[in-house]
């Protein structure tokens, strides 16, 4: 999963949190409560197109965009790091 930043590396692309957070906004504008889209940002995207994002109480979140459902990945960005990346 790539994160993103506020300026990023060229293996992920240009686009930073506060562009995938507007795109965000913009295209789940009409499927999500408007609390928490103004409270959210995103920090990645799945590999299908889908927003990761951290909600106002710090849970990390994915929005499938085909069936608008919201699963939560884990509790906090922290649990979300040790939960899925792996030191050799």
Same mark, same amino acid.
């Not at 710090?58 to 459902?69: A, F, L, R, T």
């Not at 919201?70 to 790091?81: D, G, M, P, Q, T």
């Given at each position: 999963? &790539?994160?993103? &930043?506020?300026? /990023?590396?060229?293996?992920? !692309?240009?686009?930073?949190?506060? =562009? *995938?957070?507007?795109?965000?906004?913009?295209? @789940?504008? =009409? @499927? *999500?409560? %408007?609390?928490?889209?103004?409270?959210?940002?995103?920090?990645?995207?799945?590999?299908?197109?889908? %927003?990761?994002?951290?909600?106002?109480? !710090?849970?990390? $979140?994915?929005? $499938?965009?085909?069936?608008? +459902?919201?699963?939560?990945?884990? /509790?906090?960005?922290?649990? *979300?790091? +040790? +939960? /899925?990346?792996?030191?050799?």
């Amino acid at each position: 999963m &790539a994160v993103h &930043a506020f300026s /990023n590396g060229s293996s992920i !692309g240009n686009e930073t949190v506060v =562009d *995938l957070t507007l795109d965000f906004r913009q295209q @789940y504008f =009409d @499927y *999500l409560p %408007p609390n928490i889209l103004a409270t959210s940002y995103v920090i990645s995207m799945d590999g299908e197109g889908n %927003p990761i994002f951290i909600e106002s109480s !710090g849970k990390v $979140y994915i929005c $499938y965009h085909d069936s608008g +459902e919201v699963k939560r990945l884990a /509790n906090s960005f922290e649990l *979300l790091i +040790e +939960e /899925n990346f792996y030191e050799w």
